[in-house]
């Protein structure tokens, strides 16, 4: 399972990739300095420290089965597209 982290909080990255490797996972951060789309095109999860997962994002990555938003707004924003997937949202 492959699971990217959208955030610039370095507190956020170090606590999530402690407790996925406490359960046998990894996560990768994403690097803003390239394009976006090509590091997520793989992701089966997507942690969202920031803004929108959009239907861009959402298209772009054919293996997500799961976005994990920090704020509710953004679930209902993304929802349409997930469900249209069958995959989840959690907040």
Do not use: W
């Not at 394009?35 to 959402?58: E, F, H, M, R, W």
């Amino acid at each position: 399972m492959i699971t990217k982290i959208l955030s610039y909080a370095a507190s956020l990255e170090d606590l999530l990739s402690d407790k996925l490797n406490e359960i046998g996972f990894t996560a990768e951060t994403v690097d803003y300095n390239r394009a976006l789309l090509p590091q997520l095109k793989d992701a089966d999860v997507i942690v969202n420290g920031l803004g929108t997962v959009d239907k861009s994002i959402i298209d772009a990555c054919p293996k997500l089965k799961l976005v994990h938003a920090h704020a509710g707004e953004l679930l209902f924003y993304s929802m349409k597209f997930m469900i249209n997937r069958n995959s989840c949202l959690s907040n």
